[in-house]
């Protein structure tokens, strides 16, 4: 599952649990990354200074502060992050799949799914959108983070499934139950 930022990607991964999948969230994986991994936090002290790791790890704000300015940096910390998140969601996957009673589905949300060439990993994609001052609304980074994705109306076309989260939970989740329904047939 993939989308913009503010379109509901967090709402809909929790309906697909609701609805009886495995999910995974790759910011969740980030933020463990950036909490927990002293390899990572080592090499963002050597390349930002040591101001950026504190005791409860990265210091995600002035991490975002110094990449979402710089591509050139911006890339460093996407070559540093992206595979580790790649690794943690095969494990995931592959742990789910290893267990003596394995969920009917797996959903794994990838903000960055397209850009990064990895939709080639699953078996199909949903990109949950919402119109752009919904989407405003609703986030709370205010940089130019999202200029860098895959315009929505390719990841539409792309997608396997597509929903414009602009309504209310209730109509989210009757979307996710469709496409439950429909993957798991």
Not at 68 to 80: R, S, V
């Amino acid at each position: 599952m993939t989308g913009p930022i503010g379109a509901g990607k967090s709402a809909a991964l929790d309906a697909f649990a609701r609805h009886g999948a495995a999910t995974i969230s790759s910011d969740e994986a980030v933020h463990r990354l950036l909490r927990d991994d002293p390899d990572v936090l080592r090499a963002l002290a050597e390349r930002f200074g040591p101001d950026v790791v504190g005791s409860d790890g990265a210091d995600r704000a002035k991490i975002a502060e110094i990449v979402f300015n710089d591509p050139e940096q911006l890339a460093w910390l996407e070559e540093l992050l992206h595979p580790r998140v790649v690794q943690a969601n095969l494990d995931w996957r592959a742990d789910q799949e290893s267990r003596s009673e394995r969920p009917l589905l797996t959903v794994t949300e990838v903000p960055l799914l397209y850009e990064t060439g990895g939709e080639r990993r699953f078996d199909a994609v949903v990109v949950i959108t919402a119109p752009e001052a919904v989407r405003r609304e609703r986030r709370r980074v205010t940089d130019a983070r999202e200029q860098r994705l895959l315009p929505e109306a390719e990841k539409i076309a792309r997608a396997d499934y597509a929903y414009v989260n602009d309504g209310t939970l209730a109509e989210l989740d009757a979307f996710v139950a469709d496409v439950v329904g429909k993957l798991t047939a």
